[in-house]
C-alpha cells in the first residue's frame, strides 16, 4: 500500500523568508514523487518531480524539493518566499511499477505568505 | 495555463436534472481522468480513460456516466444527483498511462457543481 503525508495543515511565512513545506511518503517499491498547487478557482498546477538522480529537485516559480530516501521525506522549499505564492500545496507519490492512475495525493497544506 | 479546459466553470442543479460536463485537452496525451475535490477530503479519482478506453471505475455511483468519444475529450454525464455530490470536479490528462514513467497529470480549472 503507498500513502503520502503533510502534516501542516497550513504554513504561515512571511514575505522574503525561506518556506518550507512537509511531505512524507510510504510505497512499498522506489517511488516517483510530485508537488503541485493550486490557486483559487483553479485546477491543480505541476509544480515538479522526482525521479531518480539528484536528491535535489528544481521547478516552476524558483521551488524546488529535497528527496530524503531515509526520512522518506519530499520537502518543498524556496529560499524566499512571495505573497503571490499562497496558495494551497498538495504532495504526491506513486510507486515506479504501478500504473500513472494510482498516483495518492495528500490532504495540502494551505500556504500563506504576509506581506 | 495547462492546456486543459473544462465547461461550464460553474453549474447549479436540481436532483432530478440531468446535465453534461465536458474536458478537452489541447496536449496530445492519451490517458484522461475525472476527480472530484470535496472540502476537507483527499481528492478521490472517478474515473480513467486510455486511448478511449476505460480502464479504471473506481466504485463511482451510476448516477454519474463517463464518455471518451476521443482522445483529447472527457465528458461526465450526471443525472439525479444528490446534494452530498456538490463538489469541484477535475478533468487531467496525462502523456500516457502505463506504469514504466512519470507521467505527471496536467489539470483542468475544474467545475464548480451545486446540487439543490
Not at chain 2, 12 to 17: D, E, H, L, Q, S
Not at chain 2, 48 to 66: A, C, D, G, K, T
Not at chain 2, 99 to 107: A, K, V
Amino acid at each position: 500500500a503507498q500513502s503520502v503525508a503533510q502534516p501542516e495543515d497550513q504554513v504561515n511565512v512571511a514575505e522574503g523568508n525561506p518556506l518550507t513545506v512537509k511531505c512524507t511518503y510510504s510505497v512499498s517499491g522506489n517511488p516517483y514523487l510530485f508537488w503541485y498547487v493550486q490557486y483559487p478557482n483553479r485546477g491543480l498546477q505541476f509544480l515538479l518531480k522526482y525521479i531518480t538522480g539528484d536528491n535535489l529537485v528544481k521547478g516552476s516559480y524558483g521551488f524546488e524539493a529535497e528527496f530524503n530516501k531515509s526520512q522518506t521525506s519530499f520537502h518543498l522549499k524556496k529560499p524566499s518566499a512571495l505573497v503571490s505564492d499562497s496558495a494551497l500545496y498538495f504532495c504526491a507519490v506513486r510507486d515506479r511499477r504501478s500504473s500513472a492512475s494510482k498516483i495518492i495525493f495528500g490532504s495540502g497544506t494551505r500556504l500563506s505568505i504576509r506581506p | 495555463e495547462t492546456g486543459v479546459t473544462q465547461t461550464p466553470r460553474h453549474l447549479v442543479m436540481g436532483m432530478t436534472n440531468k446535465k453534461s460536463l465536458k474536458c478537452e485537452q489541447h496536449l496530445g496525451h492519451n490517458a484522461m481522468y475525472w476527480y472530484k475535490q470535496s472540502a476537507k477530503k483527499p481528492l478521490e479519482l472517478m474515473f480513467v480513460y486510455s486511448l478511449e478506453e476505460r480502464v479504471e471505475n473506481n466504485s463511482v455511483p451510476s448516477r454519474f456516466s463517463p464518455e471518451c468519444p476521443n482522445s483529447s475529450h472527457l465528458f461526465l454525464h450526471l443525472h439525479t444527483l444528490q446534494p452530498e455530490d456538490s463538489a469541484l470536479y477535475l478533468c487531467a490528462s496525462s502523456q500516457d498511462f502505463g506504469g514504466r514513467f512519470s507521467y505527471e497529470q496536467y489539470f483542468g480549472p475544474g467545475t464548480r457543481l451545486t446540487v439543490t
